[in-house]
């Protein structure tokens, strides 16, 4: 059943979608790059089981998460300098940060990741489009950044799948824009969201800090095991940067049973149509590699997956 807030919200939406079609039928052409690579960036192996491996990791869920979009991804190594940043950052289209568990602040996935949005933020600035995403830690961590402190708590959601209580800015959402009426109502009232975190960002402490309050529209919100109520979803209001505290690629590509991993038509519906959304921002970014051959030199296709399945909730992880 919906609560009122979500039924009141979707009155609203119906009544007004003719008219964002119309706004954006209006909206002028842009340039479209059909090559996208969009990097995501490794984090430290803090698991006793794969630090023999590889130092750092990315697991492949968010690799074929965005290939089935219709992007490339380049892994992006930690402990690189300024300028090999920078010059990432100049040849891709947009950056993931994945989800996983390391200090939001002092971990060198923690200090990488704040080049790339200060890089991202700045560019947007000049009409450099470039679009950032992240899921679980990658959206606790964007939160971090713009508020300039670490406003999270305990908002347990373990091994749960849940469906969204979407807001009224949601129905005019650049992320859901495109969702289909009955699809944004199933997100709304079935379980397709995969849950697993023990932290995140109450809405109380999100409402309370004006940074965050100017820089992000909430989305979603969702309740915790412990009955606090959690910004679950999130868009920038002038950037084109993301984050859900739920995890969108296990629905299409994680399998082990005893994880809440929810895989009904819906649930894959809804995971693909992120995927694609996010590669769409990436095609409004022009920037490229110097020339085919350094292209190829830098995509994970250069890396071949290790099965983890025995001793992870992952199938595949690429180590570096």
């Known amino acids: 059943m919906l609560c009122p807030r979500t039924a009141g919200t979707m009155l609203v939406a119906l009544a007004l979608l003719c008219v964002r079609g119309v706004c954006a039928s209006r909206a002028p052409a842009v340039p479209l790059n059909d090559r996208p690579v969009i990097g995501i960036l490794t984090q430290e192996t803090e698991d006793e089981h794969m630090k023999p491996l590889g130092g750092t990791y990315i697991p492949a869920s968010y690799v074929k998460y965005l290939e089935s979009g219709g992007s490339r991804v380049v892994p992006i190594r930690l402990n690189q300098s300024q300028a090999e940043y920078e010059k990432i950052f100049n040849s891709i289209n947009g950056v993931l940060y994945i989800g996983g568990a390391v200090d939001l602040f002092s971990s060198d996935y923690a200090k990488a990741a704040r080049i790339f ?48 209580n979407l807001t009224a800015e949601a129905w005019f959402s650049r992320m859901f824009e495109n969702f289909p009426v009955k699809l944004l109502k199933a997100v709304s009232q079935e379980p397709l969201t995969g849950n697993f975190h023990h ?83 990436a095609r409004k970014s022009l920037h490229h590699f110097s020339n085919p051959e350094e292209e190829t030199a830098a995509l994970i296709y250069n890396y071949a997956p290790v099965f983890v399945g025995r001793f992870t909730a992952y199938e595949q992880c690429y180590f570096f």
Not at 127 to 139: A, H, N, R
Not at 270 to 281: A, C, H, M, P, T
Request: glycine share 6%; proline share 5%; aromatic share 16%.
């Open 199 to 281: 932290y995140g960002l109450t809405e109380e402490n999100f409402r309370r800090n004006e940074k965050l309050q100017q820089f992000f529209s909430i989305l979603s919100t969702n309740v915790a095991e412990n009955g606090a109520t959690f910004v679950s979803t999130m868009e920038g209001r002038r950037y084109p940067f993301y984050g859900v505290q739920w995890h969108p690629e296990v629905n299409l590509f994680q399998w082990n049973p005893h994880f809440q991993f929810p895989h009904s038509p819906n649930a894959v519906r809804l995971s693909s149509l992120l995927s694609e959304f996010f590669v769409n921002e």
């Open 117 to 164: 949005f200060q890089l991202a933020q700045k560019a947007n600035d000049m009409g450099d489009y470039f679009p950032l995403w992240g899921t679980c830690m990658g959206f606790q961590l964007l939160t971090v950044m713009v508020a300039g402190e670490n406003l999270l708590t305990n908002t347990t959601a373990e091994n749960l799948a849940l469906p969204l």
